[in-house]
Nanobody
Framework: QVQLVESGGGLVQAGASLRLSCAAS????????MGWFRQAPGKEREFVVT?????????VYADSVKGRFTISRDNAKNLVYLQMNSLKPEDTAVYYC?????????????????WGQGTQVTVSS
């Protein structure tokens, strides 16, 4: 099993920045891909970004966050970060960290095996 814990969410004004962290523990060697998803009230869970833990530079962003969000990883510390800049009210959601045993990147929530509990991000206008 792999445990994921997100942190760093909060309430900010539009245009501000936040950095989310995802700490992984347990059988982390079994996971090859990490992702961030978000879910706003009344909406389906939405893909944000995915990163390979085995292939350097292998990253895919959702169009809605490209150029504003940056994902990074520290494999030695089992940490994944999501730097969010120029936040917009439409970025308001619960943000989830997820891990997959798949070797390739995936944007599909059902292809992730482990999920964190989520952290709330609220952006006021």
């Amino acid at each position: 099993q792999v445990q994921l814990v997100e942190s760093g969410g909060g309430l900010v004004q539009a245009g501000a920045s936040l950095r989310l962290s995802c700490a992984a523990s347990g059988r982390t060697f079994s996971t090859n891909t990490m992702g961030w998803f978000r879910q706003a009230p009344g909406k389906e869970r939405e893909f944000v970004v995915t990163i390979s833990l085995i292939w350097s530079g292998s990253i895919v962003y959702a169009d809605s966050v490209k150029g504003r969000f940056t994902i990074s990883r520290d494999n030695a510390k089992n940490l994944v970060y999501l730097q969010m800049n120029s936040l917009k009210p439409e970025d308001t959601a619960v943000y989830y960290c997820a891990a997959s045993r798949r070797n390739g990147l995936t944007t599909k929530p059902n292809e992730y095996d482990y999920w964190g509990q989520g952290t709330q991000v609220t952006v006021s206008s």
